[in-house]
């Protein structure tokens, strides 16, 4: 396989965001991805600092999400949020953008929002992600196609500072025909329409459907760096089986729909 345990894993940022998860869950996910050597923790902003503690003498970095999961937050709460998130030790800070905002085409709104957050984390050395929430923006929006409201945010993010431009909360559930929610979360297309509108500088993360070690590793084919994951112990032993029974070569496969 020409990508190495190492490599595969450096590209999980392991999420512990569900509301319902217990300091004792979030403290088990943090040995977990100790254990497993990913790239982060992506944790609730409340428990950073123990984050931090949890994961001290490990090389997993702890990241915070700001006005998550739906973006609608006042700038300067979001501002102050990754300044508290800093503070407590976050050093990659994941935001959502205003949704509203940008199908509403208020693009100074959408870009001062986004660079509020990243002149402010870029202050403490940490590094942002910003979410688009693909699967509200399927139908386009402020007189533009999903692929050009999507590439007018890409142009957008880079020009305010972000680091990454991130497909997916992982909690963008949309009413379908029979009445349920889903979400697809990332998509290849996405990853790849993405990718082709940043600069080098401007690297991409997938969240939402990438539930396997093939996915993973579809979305470093497609050009993402990170990869958000609750599976990580199924990808990373999967990895190891493989490894050892001589079958990595047989990698290919999808991005899946749903769940994360």
């Known amino acids: 396989m020409k990508y190495s345990y190492s490599g595969l894993a450096k590209m999980i940022d392991h999420s512990l965001l569900h509301p319902t998860m217990t300091d004792k869950d979030l403290q088990e996910g943090c040995a977990l991805a100790a254990k497993y050597d990913v790239a982060s923790v992506c944790i609730k902003p409340y428990a950073v600092k123990q984050a931090v503690e949890w994961l001290r003498g490990t090389d997993v970095k702890v990241g915070a999400v700001i006005g998550f999961p739906h973006g609608n937050s006042a700038t300067e709460s979001k501002r102050y949020e990754t300044e508290l998130a800093c503070k ?39 590094k942002v992600k910003v979410i688009f929430e693909n699967d509200y ?112 070569d047989a990698a290919g496969g999808k991005i899946g729909v749903g769940g994360y």
């Open 88 to 126: 407590d030790g976050a050093v990659e800070i994941d935001m959502v953008v205003n949704l509203g905002k940008a199908l509403g085409a208020d693009w100074d709104y959408v870009e001062a929002d986004v660079k509020a957050v990243c002149d402010e984390a870029h202050k403490h050395g940490a």
């Open 137 to 248: 923006l399927t139908n386009g929006g402020a007189g533009l196609s999903s692929d050009d409201l999507k590439i007018k945010l890409c142009q957008l993010c880079e020009r305010a500072g972000a680091d990454w431009v991130k497909t997916s909360t992982g909690y963008g559930f949309v009413k379908q025909p029979d009445g349920s929610y889903n979400y697809k979360g990332a998509t290849e297309h996405d990853l790849v329409l993405m990718r082709a509108n940043v600069s080098a500088k401007v690297q991409v993360k997938a969240a939402g459907g990438v539930r396997d070690l093939d996915g993973l590793i579809k979305v470093r084919d497609l050009g993402g760096s990170r990869c958000g994951a609750t599976a990580t112990a199924a990808m990373m032993d999967d990895y190891r089986k493989r490894e050892a029974t001589g079958t990595l």
